[in-house]
């Protein structure tokens, strides 16, 4: 049955067992856009039975059947796929009583996305060339007003309302400290080989060093000496080695010399992505004026010799 935009059409039945007026049901989900049923008398591992009522509908149902007194008054709700509201759950304490939110979430729907206002936040990128006193718009979500936060952890990367990446610097720090002494007391008696393995395997990875381009001087040095005196805890080498003759003999990139090549190769695949997005960025030159491109020039910068 096709609706209009503006518009629903709620059924509400007492079915008094959904299995025995489950002819009915049907009939009114072809004619209903969301049916709302009490008294279904299902226990709670059959409430999968209401999915099967209709296949365009979707279902959320409570059970509150005392399997000594007998069936109580148990609620469901059944509404259409193809509307492209969400159907969310604002309370469940009691079982009899279900209370619902309906959202209109067309693009969500249209796009196979499901969106969660309880773990989304917003945050504000000020302009550093303009300091003026600006106050963010407010942003809801389903309803629901979005807070908005100084930093966030996506996928291990920490993202700051100033784009600096010193936190990301100290977690990879902190990282590299205690992954060299577990392994050094993990694999204390292990060869040489071994070693360098489990270092290369380890700390050699640098996640996110790639896109390092706006941190301090004094944070970059701090994930530099950590990086070095990891191989030595792992090798059980004294702190005052020298870093050139330890990694020249394990035969392991430096700290500098790692972070060129995955800088490189994570620049050499940008480039060449197919990706629709990275390609109409590409010809803005939005890639070529960004800071990581900045970075990647200093980074591989030849030095001077003497």
């Known amino acids: 049955m096709k609706t209009s935009s503006d518009s629903l059409n709620v059924a509400s039945f007492n079915c008094r067992s959904v299995k025995n007026s489950a002819s009915a049901v049907k009939d009114l989900c072809q004619m209903s856009d969301i049916v709302l049923l009490q008294e279904h008398w299902l226990l709670p591992n059959d409430l999968n039975f209401l999915s099967s009522l209709d296949k365009d509908f979707l279902t959320y149902g409570t059970s509150a059947v005392d399997i000594g007194n007998g069936p109580l008054c148990e609620v469901t709700v059944l509404w259409r796929k193809s509307l492209g509201i969400t159907v969310s759950i604002v309370s469940e304490d009691d079982d009899r009583i279900l209370a619902i939110r309906i959202t209109n979430d067309a693009f969500g729907l249209a796009n196979d996305m499901a969106f969660c206002e309880k773990k989304t936040n917003c945050m504000y990128f000020p302009c550093k060339r303009v300091r003026l006193q600006v106050m963010p718009p407010s942003v809801t979500l389903n309803s629901r007003p979005l807070p908005y936060v100084q930093s966030v952890s996506y996928l291990g990367f920490h993202i700051t309302s100033d784009l600096s990446d010193d936190d990301s610097i100290r977690n990879q720090t902190r990282y590299l400290y205690t992954k060299a002494n577990t392994l050094s007391r993990t694999f204390g008696s292990c060869s040489a080989e071994a070693k360098r393995l489990l270092f290369m395997s380890h700390c050699c990875p640098l996640y996110c060093v790639q896109v390092w381009s706006n ?54 695949r940008l480039l060449a992505s197919q990706n629709d997005i990275i390609r109409v960025l590409s010809d803005f030159d939005v890639i070529a004026t960004s800071m990581f491109w900045k970075s990647y020039g200093q980074v591989h910068r030849p030095r001077a010799r003497v």
Not at 226 to 248: E, G, W, Y
Request: one cysteine or more; proline letters at 2%.
């Open 215 to 268: 941190h301090s001087a004094a944070e970059l040095q701090r994930v530099r000496v950590a990086f070095h005196d990891a191989l030595k805890i792992i090798t059980s080498q004294p702190r005052s080695s020298s870093n050139s003759c330890l990694f020249a003999l394990m035969r392991v990139d430096t700290f500098d010399a790692r972070r060129r090549k995955l800088t490189h190769s994570f620049a050499a």
